[in-house]
């Protein structure tokens, strides 16, 4: 382990227990890398309960069950079905609008704050634009080489609430909770982006050390490396550390849901008839 991984590790278990304000926490829990070291450095702190939303076959779930027998952290996995989806649907778009992808994004957080048991909530958000997690951040490496990568890294943080968070901490306060952000403390921010983006989006040729390997330009890049590297040494499972980047929407299943529903309401005929191409955006701007 380097001492810059170390140095990782105690910069986000100060974030993390900095927004820890009572014995019992839940964390927004998606089976992904991010979420789970938050909710790994959060259980030596708290007592916690990891929440996950997901259709019965969704992604999500399926990798939150991996972590069950190797925690002490309790899991709380919430059902996603087009019969409730439907109902919470109206309420959803208040907050998010009648963008598809915002609408999806923000499913599992409305059913989180909806059912979850503490009064705080601690998220993974922020360590895809901090550590290189999004596929743009490799295309802007093939294009503009780590400057580029730093450059899109600094402009996705400045933008991170108006973007994605405010819409989360509405929706968390509409159920009377708090959701806290520890990837986005400014101490962590700020120490987040000393770090050479070299180590964020690792080039590598070893194949063998982990399977979530882009290749970009016939060169092999694994995302989030540094970050991969520090949950390994606090006992995330293999599996989670190897998971590549799937959207909330699609990993908890929101977003084919929302498209069944209105492929059965008919909306992608209504919106051929009157010329129209986003029949999603329609069948929610009607709900």
Same mark, same amino acid.
């Given at each position: 382990m380097t001492p810059v991984n170390n140095q990782l590790l105690i910069a986000l278990e100060k974030a993390v227990k900095a927004n820890i304000t009572q014995d019992e926490v839940g964390v927004v829990l998606s089976g992904g890398l991010d979420s789970t070291l938050i909710a790994y450095l959060a259980a030596k702190h708290a007592h916690v309960t990891g929440y996950c939303v997901g259709s019965v076959d969704s992604e999500d779930i399926r990798y939150v069950k991996k972590i %069950? =027998?190797?925690?002490? /952290?309790?899991?709380?996995?919430i059902n996603l079905t087009k019969n409730n989806l439907e109902d919470k649907l109206p309420d959803i778009v208040k907050y998010a609008g009648i963008n598809p992808v915002k609408v999806g994004a923000s499913v599992p957080i409305y059913y989180i704050a909806s059912e979850a048991k503490q009064n705080t909530l601690l998220s993974g958000q922020g360590a895809d634009e901090l550590y290189g997690g999004y596929h743009k951040y490799l295309l802007a490496l093939a294009k503009e080489g780590y400057n580029g990568v730093q450059k899109n890294i600094q402009y996705d943080i400045k933008h991170m609430f108006e973007e994605n968070l405010n819409r989360e901490i509405k929706i968390c306060a509409a159920h009377d909770k708090q959701i806290k952000y520890p990837y986005m403390e400014p101490g962590f921010i700020k120490y987040s982006l000393?770090? =050479?983006?070299? =180590?964020k989006i690792k080039k590598?040729?070893? %194949?063998?050390?982990?399977d979530c390997i882009d290749v970009i330009g016939g060169h092999k890049y694994i995302? @989030?490396? /540094?970050?991969?590297?520090? %949950?390994? @040494?606090? !006992?995330v499972p293999s599996t989670i550390i190897n998971r590549k980047k799937k959207a909330a929407q699609y990993g908890a !299943?929101?977003?084919?849901? /929302?498209k069944r529903l209105a492929l059965e309401n008919n909306y992608k005929t209504k919106a051929r008839k009157q010329g129209k191409k986003h029949y999603l955006s329609m069948y929610l701007a009607e709900l």
């Open positions: %069950a =027998n190797e925690t002490s /952290i309790k899991l709380k996995l000393t770090l =050479n983006p070299e =180590n590598t040729t070893d %194949a063998k050390e982990y995302r @989030k490396y /540094i970050l991969r590297q520090a %949950a390994s @040494k606090v !006992g !299943g929101a977003h084919k849901l /929302i």
